[in-house]
Antibody, heavy 121, light 106 residues
Framework: EVQLLESGGGLVQPGGSLRLSCAAS???????MAWVRQAPGKGLEWVSG????????FYADSVKGRFIISRDNSMNTLYLHMNTLRADDTAVYFC???????????????WGQGTLVTVSS | DIQMTQSPSTLSASVGDRVTITCRAS??????LAWFQQKPGMAPKLLIY???SLESGVPSRFSGSGSGTEFTLTISSLQPDDFATYYC????????FGQGTKVEIK
């Protein structure tokens, strides 16, 4: 059974940093992986994605230059390093796994339960 | 960036109703369209991928259609477990979600 378990969320002041982790199990950790967030009471927003090897990384314009996605395939873990955090980064952050149906077109078939990041003074 | 627009934003329906949700892309995305269901406090669940392919384990009352810029999600006979928010998502160029459609009890 695929399991994705996020951790690392919490309360942080504006301008601060936080690192999220997503521990994966139940599948070979070589899929494209992504982070998706959801602000309180709002819709879903794709944040960042990373190829299976880690050599390709992708970012939404809203986080480019502030967030860094990475992965440790030996530890089956995905990370999101978040810097210069702003109030509008407040959200539940989900990690998600690509289904692997079509190379070059990644669709997310498994999701973690999410971790809440609150940016406030 | 590709924008995704869903309609309606809210839909009131009864058990047994046939329900249709529409999603429009700001430019052609071919068939690279997914539908997700999300319940409060839960992660999204993949229902449909590649516009019309049913994800394993998803009931057959869910179906998707369309290509290019116009897509629909249809629930043939609404069940109590189906009251939730539904999102479309394009994955042709990067990934963009629609704003969501809340299906509520009439």
């Amino acid at each position: 059974e695929v399991q994705l378990l996020e951790s690392g969320g919490g309360l942080v002041q504006p301008g601060g940093s936080l690192r999220l982790s997503c521990a994966a199990s139940g599948f070979t950790f070589s899929n494209f992986m992504a982070w998706v967030r959801q602000a309180p009471g709002k819709g879903l927003e794709w944040v960042s994605g990373i190829s299976g090897s880690g050599g390709g990384t992708f970012y939404a314009d809203s986080v480019k230059g502030r967030f860094i996605i990475s992965r440790d395939n030996s530890m089956n873990t995905l990370y999101l390093h978040m810097n210069t955090l702003r109030a509008d980064d407040t959200a539940v952050y989900f990690c998600a796994k690509d289904a692997g149906y079509d190379s070059g077109h990644e669709v997310f078939d498994s999701w973690g339960q999410g971790t809440l990041v609150t940016v406030s003074s | 960036d590709i924008q995704m627009t869903q309609s309606p934003s809210t839909l009131s329906a009864s058990v047994g109703d046939r329900v249709t949700i529409t999603c429009r892309a700001s430019q052609s995305i071919s068939i690279w369209l997914a539908w997700f269901q999300q319940k409060p406090g839960m992660a999204p669940k993949l229902l449909i991928y590649k516009a019309s392919s049913l994800e394993s384990g998803v009931p057959s009352r869910f179906s998707g259609s369309g290509s290019g810029t116009e897509f629909t999600l249809t629930i043939s006979s609404l069940q109590p477990d189906d009251f939730a928010t539904y999102y479309c998502q394009q994955y042709n160029i990067r990934w963009t979600f629609g704003q969501g459609t809340k299906v509520e009890i009439k």
